[in-house]
């Protein structure tokens, strides 16, 4: 988990990093996660993995920005994917007890879907909206953050 999630993410910034740097300009987009805010129980290695994406996210900003490099990330939350259906649904299409909890603790009231990832993706890619933006973490968690009180 560490390797993919971590090392993964430090291999592609390094990577692309160089790229930019030639061309003095450019916009990286991390994958973190709302467990490396908040941790997970369960799950050190996965919220550990994503902690030190966001710590790495926050330096590479810092390192980047003056060659005009900005580094971001977003923090999903709880999704609904084709992946941890089984983890969020009972055979029977309803919600685990699990789910019904942190759902419960969610504003909004659902998971997320690819979809709601998308608009804070262009806006972080795009060189005239974001411009002055770089160093943050955005949660895309449907408020889950703000109601545990992060």
Not at 84 to 109: F, M, Q, V
Not at 119 to 124: A, D, E, H, I, K
């Amino acid at each position: 988990v560490i390797d993919i999630n971590l090392k993964g993410s430090f291999n592609f910034l390094q990577a692309a990093g160089s790229v930019m740097m030639k061309q003095r300009h450019g916009s990286i987009i991390n994958m973190a996660s709302i467990s490396g805010v908040m941790g997970n129980p369960g799950q050190v290695n996965y919220s550990a993995s994503k902690a030190g994406v966001i710590g790495m996210t926050k330096a590479a900003a810092k390192e980047l920005g003056r060659r005009h490099i900005r580094v971001n990330a977003i923090a999903p939350g709880f999704f609904s994917t084709n992946q941890n259906k089984t983890l969020l649904y009972n055979p029977d299409g309803s919600l685990s007890a699990r789910s019904e909890k942190i759902i419960s603790h969610t504003p909004l009231r659902r998971f997320g879907t690819t979809d709601d990832l998308t608009g804070s993706l262009l806006f972080l890619a795009d060189e005239t909206y974001s411009a002055f933006v770089t160093g943050v973490i955005i949660p895309i968690d449907g408020g889950f953050s703000a109601y545990a009180g992060v």
